[in-house]
């Protein structure tokens, strides 16, 4: 219920919502697309290791095309942290962290998909609960102020 309040919140023709494992992200993407069946209030693809090449990339291909097709329809790319590897998404104006990262590097990985390489400001939103909210509470904190934080020091 929070991923979809959020995605309905401020749409973005193109968003990224991290989940820490596959079967997160399968399990995202399904409920995803159960909610909305008839695809018109998202375009729902996956991008993760269990994928073949050729569906990665036309995973890829949807979101770098979102709006092309269905203007008013936004593309919602549901991955693993393969995807904040080396790749910009100029256009990705929004990405969730589904699964808070298990770590401060893949925390900036992550947060840094939003608008990389291009000039209009981007919506980051890290959803996090039980324990991982000290963790959580912590890296942001210290990303803001541009410190490293010790996850061991942190982690619940």
Do not use: W
């Amino acid at each position: 219920e929070a991923l979809l309040s959020e995605l309905r919140a401020e749409p973005s023709p193109q968003t990224l919502v991290f989940c820490n494992t596959i079967e997160s992200c399968r399990r995202v993407e399904n409920a995803l697309r159960r909610r909305d069946r008839r695809g018109r209030e998202m375009d729902v693809a996956a991008f993760h290791a269990a994928l073949t090449p050729p569906a990665r990339k036309q995973a890829l291909e949807k979101l770098i095309g979102a709006g092309q097709d269905t203007p008013d329809v936004p593309v919602v790319l549901v991955c693993t942290d393969r995807a904040s590897r080396g790749m910009d998404f100029p256009a990705v104006g929004h990405v969730i962290l589904f699964d808070f990262p298990r770590d401060g590097v893949e925390y900036v990985r992550r947060v840094g998909r939003a608008t990389r390489g291009g000039n209009a400001p981007g919506r980051v939103t890290s959803l996090a609960l039980g324990r991982q909210l000290a963790y959580a509470k912590a890296l942001m904190t210290a990303n803001a102020r541009g410190e490293r934080i010790d996850m061991d020091t942190h982690a619940g």
